[in-house]
């Protein structure tokens, strides 16, 4: 594969993503709340970063973003609605539009509901997804600024059509908890039990700090093919169930 994608543990449970393209040796950054991790991995490894990614402009995903740029001398990319809140922004973004990152390429699906300016970059030929707060692993982001119905569009209907053999690099470490909400609302469903004991024992083994992450411990990426089989938010059947899942997975 040809782009390589490093996952790089930041604040308590976030993932920031370098992705390297091996042909060239030039990088991005997917979502960088914080610099110095960011900085370290790409100086062991020698990627030439060309752009700083942003799905949206919650500060757990890009207040680092002026650091990175300035170091890297990188343009900063993100959705051209948050021009005025998104730090750093100099690139704006719309569905449709197609990032660079050496010889691979990204399409820009905006998938508002978390955010109204939230956006997933798809690399088809890697066959990879960077979601953000949108689709988690088991789970979906909270309704900070959108409906049920925009929700559902963006994980039915935009990113739930995506190939199943997709793989899906969300922004948080979330997948424990939202499985076992998921068994709480399909208790009959073998895949979602499996997956909790599988994913369980992973994290019972995790680092006492998350920036010192193994591996090992870290759940993401899954696939479409296991999001459709274990999200409870993905298989609702319409807006009115998923608005009912996720107004009880906020008290749950
Ligand atoms: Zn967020
Ligand atoms: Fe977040």
Known sequence: MALRIERI????????????????GEAAVVDAPEAAPVVRRVESCGARVRQVLSTHHHPDHCAANPELAERFGAPVLGHVSDADRLPGLTTGLEEGDVVRVGAETARILHVPAHTRGHIAYVFDAAKAIFSGDTLFAAGCGRLFEGTPAMMFTALSEKLG??????????????????????????????????????????????????????????????????????????????????GRLRAEKDRF
């Open 9 to 24: 543990p930041t604040l308590r449970d976030n993932y920031t993503y370098l992705l390297v393209c091996e042909a060239t």
């Open 161 to 242: 059509r995506l190939p199943d053999d997709y793989r899906v690099f969300c922004g948080h470490e979330y997948t424990e908890s939202n499985l076992r909400f998921a068994a709480h609302v399909e208790p009959e469903n073998r895949a979602i039990a499996e997956k909790l004991e599988r994913v369980r024992k992973l994290r019972a083994r995790r680092a006492a700090d998350w920036h010192d992450a193994a591996a090992e411990e870290m759940t993401i990426p899954s696939t479409l093919a296991e999001e459709w089989a274990t999200n409870p938010f993905l298989r609702a059947r319409n807006a009115a169930e998923l």
